[in-house]
């Protein structure tokens, strides 16, 4: 199934938090495996998660869609500040689930308050670093694709959130809009330095929050750029 083809409704009720999605398998699949996850309020729906996850399915990569552990349990509305610790176990389920399926290296994505999360999963757990021993380092992420990184609310520049990322050693690419108000092209290359891990910074010009992809608007030709800057970034 290529990721133009309908994907697959995934659920894995085995874990707890239990995993729920929709998983697009490549008609020629090169082994990796990519999971994606949405912002506060969205879900696994948002259209730049579809257009990503059929890129990345038509290049090989099995790619799991996946709902947060706050939005399997409701429809609508934003996390809860008490959420965020389960919704890191529910991404880790995830990729554990997409390890299954795949038979190598497997990448985590996120959208905004999602990518948040992604990168505090790895800061707090090791990853897949390749200066890392197989036997001394459990297998998390290989890399880490984050969207829309909410580095601080809008209007709001003293509220920094990146605390933890002094201790995130998993490779980062960051795709951030030229007119986000949640964290600008400067403040952004400005929290990169704070990562002792590779790191490397997409702008896209003159995008918002949203990168451009909204239900009636779709910026014509991101999916492949942010493609072609993953590859590049992430090759062996």
Known sequence: MSGESSPQVFTDVSADPFVRGLLHRPANPNGRGLVLTHGAGSNCQAPLLI????TFADAGFIVLRC??????????????PGEAKRDRDGLKNALMALK????GRVFLGGLSYGGRQSSM?????????PEEAPEEAP????????????LH??????QLRTQHLFNLLTPTL?????RDPFGSIAEVQQALKLIPAKTALLPVEGAGHDLGFKRKSKRQGLPEAVFSEFKNFFQP
């Open 139 to 150: 297998a998390l992420a290989a890399g880490l694709l984050l969207l829309s990184y909410p």
């Open 153 to 158: 609310p809008p209007r709001k520049p003293d």
């Open 100 to 103: 299954n399926a795949a038979t």
């Open 51 to 54: 257009a990503l996850a059929e």
């Open 67 to 80: 709902d947060l552990p706050y939005r399997q349990d409701r429809p609508y509305g934003p996390p809860g």
């Open 121 to 129: 999963l790895c800061a707090e757990l090791p990853g897949e670093g």
């Open 174 to 178: 960051f795709v951030q809009g030229t």
